[in-house]
């Protein structure tokens, strides 16, 4: 049996140490701790959330021949695709107020920051398993590092759209400026879309099988690929969908073009902000009860 | 709880379900009760295809205690430790955990293959809860500790899985919890690595409240100050580990390869242990006189015999022995064929308590050939006086003498 000399106690036992208790209680039954232990656990998850983003990152483009590329390669394939069905007669688009190879080339481009956004979160959380059933650290690292990653090849995608734009003859206008913002709608939307979609979606391998083709569908009811339709049925769903005002004015504001969608833009957001808050305590209610059902 | 208690459970409770699809199923029900504010665990009755995998636990951990949690593979060690980390919610009771908790599970966690080790030093450890000073501060002895020299630059799937434990326990040697949790990690690795990890986790262990499940009863042993029983999710809390490891071995004790063999040619009547023949279960005190008779009939070219006893632990490691060839006694055999009867008698079984087993055997003296063998054909529970840890001891005198001329 181990022995304890008296030399070895510790004279300076500090007086307050971090209590945790856990009980069977939700955390609903005491909201203002929850909310405490919320923005605590995000403040703490900063750093972690940034060594992940850079660990996740750096082994995807050290295993890619093509590397950096393929922020890219398939919007840029998408885009050849439309100008060609396009350009042939096979599908007719109406006007639209750029040169129609670059209204589908940024369309897409933007379409796939908010694939990337939502896909994310389930991304993280899956691959995450391994660690999240065995030690406890402040999940929101994992959302957090997933919108770092977004950033990252959105900041790629945005970069490459800005070398191009002053070639196309496009007038940038002021609303450039007002970029950022659209940009920061399109991954808070996106996220909280996605972070709705993840705890069901970790239980139930349906969820992350028919992401991919919802999206697809989607993007048919949002004018990426074709402008906004005039009257009929068509612009009464494309204009009900949440996802057209963000779209609409991100590639309105990055391309010069006057944005007309605002009102629809705030509404949408505002609406994302509340739904991100709910789908976070959603979130962090549900990890436990996750994490004891899924396989480590 | 007092100022030095930083591990509380008080009445535990757990509940798991058997079937997957009705797991997911009542995933879904526990996430919807969860949102709607009520308590996890219901009114704590078993639902459909439901069991108890920890059941109604109390305990307390203070500073400088270490607690060893031992049980069968599925007792709910596991499922325990998990609650107390924080990572699953419990059905009932309450559990509280003062200051910054460690824990030793999963080395290795957050490591991404393609990055190399250095790399994966810092994302584990930010993992593992250490903040980017501590990280930068302990850097130099955590690629030290590791002892990996040039591979530390190399991805990490290019490692053994024992240089990615080393890596992994390396990075968690550099944590100062006050808490610290232990499952069965310290199996892998070489000896020369297992020791430096029992001293680090000896230099915590003055400092820490300590819990630690292992199956290895020798590194309980070493490092517990008292010790819980698990079995179906219940717990019996020892405050000596010894009768822990004892309860535990005499889990098992029915689970002994009993293997009995025979020569062609030889015939065996009886053995009788202590004067009882066919009972496999024998129960004796230390120090008493133990008496193997065996009645045979051998093969006509035998004609001296070679009798043995051993006593093993109940993991099968050889502890004790009895052989006829060490008393320089010849057992010879005039008349063979006819029945004949070995007696062997030890005047004091000198073997410490709990439960052990015996086996006899009797082989050719010439030939070496194996005429009777009966590996763990009886199972002894020992007792005495008081608890006796050692396998075997021997008797000696004391005297302990005051005023001694220099």
């Not at chain 2, 903040?131 to 002892?147: A, C, G, H, P």
């Not at chain 2, 008698?345 to 050719?364: E, I, R, Y």
């Amino acid at each position: 049996m181990p022995t304890r000399l008296a030399q070895d106690r510790p004279e300076d036992v500090p007086p307050d140490l971090p209590l945790t208790v856990y009980t069977p209680d939700s955390s609903l039954a005491s909201p203002a701790k929850m909310i405490r232990d919320m923005l605590r656990d995000l403040l703490a998850s900063r750093e972690l959330a940034w060594r992940l983003a850079v660990r996740d990152i750096s082994a995807q483009y050290r295993q890619a021949a093509l590397g950096i590329l393929w922020a890219f390669i398939l919007p840029l394939a998408n885009t050849l695709i439309w100008i060609f069905l396009s350009g042939a007669g096979v599908i007719k688009v109406g006007e639209t107020p750029i040169p129609y190879p670059l209204y589908v080339f940024t369309g897409t481009m933007l379409w796939a920051i908010l694939m990337d956004a939502i896909n994310a979160p389930l991304r993280q959380t899956i691959a995450a398993k391994p660690m999240l059933a065995k030690l406890n650290f402040p999940r929101e690292a994992l959302l957090v590092s997933g919108i770092y990653q977004t950033l990252f090849n959105a900041g790629i995608k945005i970069a490459l759209l800005l070398v191009m734009l002053p070639f196309t003859g496009v007038d940038l206008g002021w609303g450039l400026l007002l970029f950022p913002i659209a940009l920061a709608s399109l991954i808070l939307v996106g996220t909280a879309i996605g972070m709705l979609l993840t705890p069901v979606g970790i239980l139930y391998t349906d969820i992350g099988r028919a992401l991919p083709l919802l999206m697809q569908f989607l993007m048919y009811l949002t004018p990426v690929i074709f402008p906004m339709p005039k009257g009929g049925a068509a612009a009464i769903v494309i204009g009900l969908n949440p996802l057209t005002p963000i779209v609409v004015t991100a590639r309105d504001w990055l391309t010069g073009v006057s944005a007309e969608h605002l009102m629809g833009f705030s509404v949408v957001n505002l609406l994302a902000v509340l739904l991100l808050l709910g789908v976070w305590i959603v979130y962090r209610l549900a990890m436990p009860i996750l994490i004891e059902r899924m396989s480590s | 709880m007092s100022e030095d208690t930083l591990i509380a459970v008080e009445g535990v409770s757990k509940r798991f379900c058997r079937s997957l699809k009705k797991s997911l199923w009542y995933g879904i029900k526990d996430l919807g009760s969860e949102i709607r504010g009520r308590r996890h665990g219901g009114d704590g009755h078993l639902r459909p295809d439901e069991f108890w995998a920890v059941d109604d636990l109390s305990f307390e951990v203070k500073r400088g205690e270490c607690l060893g949690l031992i049980g069968r593979n599925g007792a709910g060690k596991t499922t325990l430790l998990r609650m107390l980390n924080g990572l699953i919610k419990p059905d009932a009771g309450r559990l509280t955990m003062r200051g910054r908790v460690g824990a030793l599970i999963a080395l290795g966690a957050g490591f991404n293959p393609i990055l190399t080790g250095r790399e994966n030093i810092v994302v584990n450890a930010s993992v593992l809860g250490l903040t980017r000073r501590e990280i930068n501060d302990k850097l130099e002895q955590i690629v030290d500790f590791s002892e990996l020299g040039d591979f530390m630059d190399m991805p990490v799937q290019s490692y053994s899985s024992g240089m990615t434990v080393r890596l992994g326990f390396a990075v968690a040697s550099a944590l100062e919890p006050d808490i610290l949790l232990l499952d069965e990690v310290l199996a892998v690795g070489d000896i020369g690595f297992r020791t430096k990890c029992y001293n680090r986790i000896h230099s915590l262990a003055n400092r820490t409240a300590v819990i630690f499940v292992s199956h290895n009863m020798p590194q309980i042993a070493r490092l517990s100050t008292k010790a819980m029983l698990m079995s179906s999710g219940r717990g019996e809390l020892f405050e000596d580990v010894f009768p822990a490891i004892e309860a535990y071995n005499a889990l098992f004790a029915h689970c002994r390869r009993t293997d009995w063999h025979l020569a062609p040619g030889v015939t065996l009547d009886y053995i009788k242990i202590n004067g009882r023949q066919d009972q496999e279960a024998i129960s004796l005190r230390t120090g008493e006189p133990l008496a193997v008779e065996v009645r045979m009939a051998l093969p006509a070219t035998v004609t001296a015999i070679e009798a043995q006893v051993s006593i093993l632990e109940p993991s099968g490691d050889v502890i004790a022995g009895i052989n006829s060839l060490l008393s320089d006694v010849p057992l010879a055999i005039s008349a063979p064929t006819k029945s004949v009867r070995l007696s062997i008698a030890s005047p004091s079984l000198n073997l410490g308590t709990g439960a052990k087993l015996l086996s006899v055997g009797v082989k050719d003296a010439n030939s070496r050939l194996v005429l009777i063998r009966a590996h763990s054909a009886w199972s002894l529970n020992v007792s005495g006086d008081r608890f006796i840890s050692a396998p075997v001891y021997f008797p000696a005198s004391f005297s302990l003498d005051e005023d001694i001329p220099c």
